[in-house]
């Protein structure tokens, strides 16, 4: 995949440092993969930091480069911005076909760029003839680039807003750390934080066997029985989607926990145990992870499948011991492993 650099050239921190942030969260936001800037600016690095621990994403910025020397020596595409030079609809689809398999660095100025800029770029490309912001031109170049696809990326951070049309939706996907704030907030015991931990950890082993998403799951293992702060009954998921949803957790968890009791619980099924009339059968496979890795730890102690089993047929619970037990197998068949072996 090409990664794209922006080479930002002249940086004065004391007059420019709001334009290049948001030269940087343009950049960020529209696909780059990295920023280096000319001057030392550490408020600059953290501002931009701070934005991607909160909004996900792996961007990386540097700061106190030597710029001419990170021209010289990259290796890939380089495309200046400029009023001066040709206009982007002409030069659009070359630079993108350079590009196939090779990388692209877009160098932007900040106060007037030096001829060596411009002699030292594969192409010098101009959103109009007139001027414009580096930020716009940047945009523009960037989307015209990526044809649109660019504003559909997931980022996955800390912070994910959900689009409403009136007001502001944030929903929170806590850290591992968080998760254990959250539980003691609601009252959970020394004893719930043990198989809560045990979970994750066996969740996240299958989870990196599969390549599942190890984040979701390991937050979702930590959160999975947060309602049984509030009753121990098969009512404890619905009660912990309720405190999650309360607490604005991303969607994925509270669906999660929602889902992790047995193998699931059918609409009819649920119906019949007096629980809402809504789906409590795991769908994506990192609940799937967790609704299993759940029946395989007792308190905190690992159960193979057949103690699991046993327990669930003493009790006259076929339909369910069937239901894990395929579970398990389709499990063990992603992870390439009999589960009861990981
Ligand atoms: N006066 C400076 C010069 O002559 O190089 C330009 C300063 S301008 C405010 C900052 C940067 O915005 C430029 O270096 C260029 O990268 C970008 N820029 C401004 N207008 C542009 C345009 N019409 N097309 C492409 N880039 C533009």
Redesign the pocket.
Known sequence: MTRITILRINHRPFRDKRITTHVALTARAFGASKILIDSEDSELEATLNKVSENFGGDFNIKSGVKWKSELTKFDGVKVH???Y?LPVAKVIDEIRKETENRDLMII??????PPEVYDGSSYN??????????VS?LAILLDRYFGGSELETAFQGRLNIHPTAKGKEVRILPKEDECIRILKKQGADEKLLKHSKAVRDLAVKMASLIGADQKIVSIGALLHDIGKTRTDGIDHAFAGSQILEDNNIDERIVKLVQRHTGAGISMGEAKSLGLPEINFMPESVEEKIVALANNLISGDTRITIEQLLDGYRKKGLNDQAERILQLHRYLSELCNKDIDKI
């Open positions: 911005l400029t009023m030079g932007v100025g900040a106060s007037k760029v490309v101009s959103i109009t003839n007139q001027p414009i912001s580096e031109a």
